[in-house]
């Protein structure tokens, strides 16, 4: 079965970076782009960042260009997000999601993110 598991969360201090992973398994990696959401208390999820099949085109919300990059690794089933320049604003649960060719959306369990001093 599909799964998505990430990693990376933690504490860190406004303008610091977090370097976040999402491991894919149970399904072609290659074959599907991925995207990280995040959500913030009482807030809704959010797209935060999206990247094509072969990694050629991404995307990001305005509020994170320029400071959040975006890649995937084919050999290790893996989409990362770089994040720097981090803000108390980014402070969120972040979410790895894919969409199967039928449109069901998969989701892993999510990693907290806090920027704090």
């Known amino acids: 079965q599909v799964q998505l598991v990430e990693s990376g969360g933690g504490l860190v201090q406004p303008g610091g970076s977090l370097r976040l992973s999402c491991a894919a398994s149970g399904f072609t990696f290659s074959s599907y782009a991925m995207r990280w959401y995040r959500q913030a208390p009482g807030k809704e999820r959010e797209l935060v960042a999206g990247?094509?099949?072969?990694?050629?085109?991404?995307n990001y919300a305005d509020s994170v260009k320029g400071r959040f990059t975006i890649s995937r690794d084919a050999a290790k089933n893996t989409v990362h997000l770089q994040m720097n320049s981090l803000k108390p604003e980014d402070t969120a649960v972040y979410y790895c999601?894919?969409?199967?060719?039928?449109?069901?959306?998969?989701w892993g369990q999510g990693t907290q993110v806090t920027v704090s001093s």
């Open positions: 990247i094509t099949t072969a990694g050629g085109r991404t």
């Open positions: 999601n894919t969409l199967s060719t039928r449109g069901n959306a998969y």
